[in-house]
């Protein structure tokens, strides 16, 4: 008897240690918008076991890393906390909230600027529960229309090796471009044009880091290994 009781406690423990809040960013990777759109905002949002009420706040401080777009330049966005109250839930939309990025309109321009928001200071959960897994999102501005619906690609349309990395990565299987590198803090730590589909990692410190290619079928993302 006390056998059984002691594993109906485990496989209880087990069912709400795996049902817990999910927090973070509305969509994976990155999400883009036109400079022209005046409600261009991104949206965070919580989903709490079984679609019950929040019952206790939950939130981050959010901020943005400067890309190829600069804050003040071509968007703005001010670093700012943001939780979710108690009472929140999926069935009034209250479990959703947008931020605007304000993008700038820039007659001299013409093509994409991007840029990173990043959730710390979380609130009320842990990295564990980050949607997505993810705790930075990729802004694009899109100043021409050629980035809006850029297709993010499968890991099963392309190749990145070796893995881990010590001097170059190369992909295969699409024609790479433009490459940004940036840590798991969001901060951008190489960028270039990838020569022959080859991208040089010489330079960065061993560490866990995040790559955002362009290629010619669509966006690259994916964390390597650097040693």
């Given at each position: 008897?006390?056998?059984i009781?002691?594993?109906?406690?485990?496989?209880l423990?087990?069912?709400?240690?795996?049902?817990?809040?999910?927090?973070?960013f509305?969509?994976?990777?990155?999400?883009?918008?036109?400079?022209?759109?005046?409600?261009?905002?991104?949206e965070?949002?919580?989903f709490?076991?079984?679609?019950?009420?929040?019952?206790t706040?939950?939130?981050?401080?959010?901020?943005?890393?400067?890309?190829?777009?600069?804050?003040?330049?071509?968007?703005n966005?001010?670093?700012?906390?943001?939780?979710?109250?108690?009472?929140?839930?999926?069935?009034?939309g209250?479990?959703?909230?947008?931020?605007?990025?304000n993008?700038?309109?820039?007659?001299?321009?013409?093509?994409?600027?991007?840029?990173?928001i990043?959730?710390?200071?979380?609130?009320?959960?842990?990295?564990?529960?980050?949607?997505?897994k993810?705790?930075t999102?990729?802004?694009?501005?899109?100043?021409?229309?050629?980035?809006?619906?850029?297709?993010k690609?499968?890991?099963h349309?392309?190749?990145?090796?070796?893995?881990?990395?010590?001097?170059?990565?190369?992909?295969?299987g699409?024609?790479c471009?433009?490459?940004?590198i940036?840590?798991?803090?969001?901060?951008?730590?190489a960028?270039?044009?990838?020569l022959?589909?080859?991208?040089?990692?010489?330079?960065l410190?061993?560490?866990?880091?995040?790559?955002?290619?362009?290629?010619?079928?669509g966006?690259?993302?994916?964390k390597?290994?650097?040693?």
């Amino acid at each position: 008897m006390k056998k059984i009781l002691i594993l109906s406690v485990l496989f209880l423990s087990g069912l709400f240690a795996s049902a817990q809040i999910q927090f973070g960013f509305a969509v994976q990777g990155y999400d883009n918008f036109s400079n022209t759109d005046t409600a261009a905002a991104f949206e965070l949002v919580v989903f709490t076991p079984n679609n019950d009420t929040l019952d206790t706040q939950v939130g981050a401080t959010l901020s943005s890393i400067d890309g190829s777009a600069s804050n003040g330049v071509h968007y703005n966005f001010a670093p700012q906390a943001y939780k979710f109250p108690i009472g929140t839930t999926i069935y009034n939309g209250s479990n959703r909230k947008k931020f605007k990025i304000n993008p700038v309109a820039d007659s001299k321009f013409w093509g994409k600027k991007d840029f990173i928001i990043t959730l710390t200071n979380l609130i009320g959960v842990d990295t564990t529960a980050l949607m997505y897994k993810q705790n930075t999102l990729r802004i694009i501005i899109d100043y021409d229309g050629t980035g809006i619906g850029l297709p993010k690609l499968s890991v099963h349309d392309y190749k990145l090796y070796p893995v881990p990395a010590s001097t170059h990565l190369t992909v295969d299987g699409v024609r790479c471009n433009t490459y940004k590198i940036a840590d798991l803090s969001g901060r951008i730590v190489a960028e270039g044009i990838a020569l022959n589909n080859s991208i040089d990692v010489s330079g960065l410190s061993n560490g866990i880091y995040v790559l955002t290619a362009i290629s010619d079928k669509g966006m690259i993302l994916e964390k390597f290994i650097k040693e």
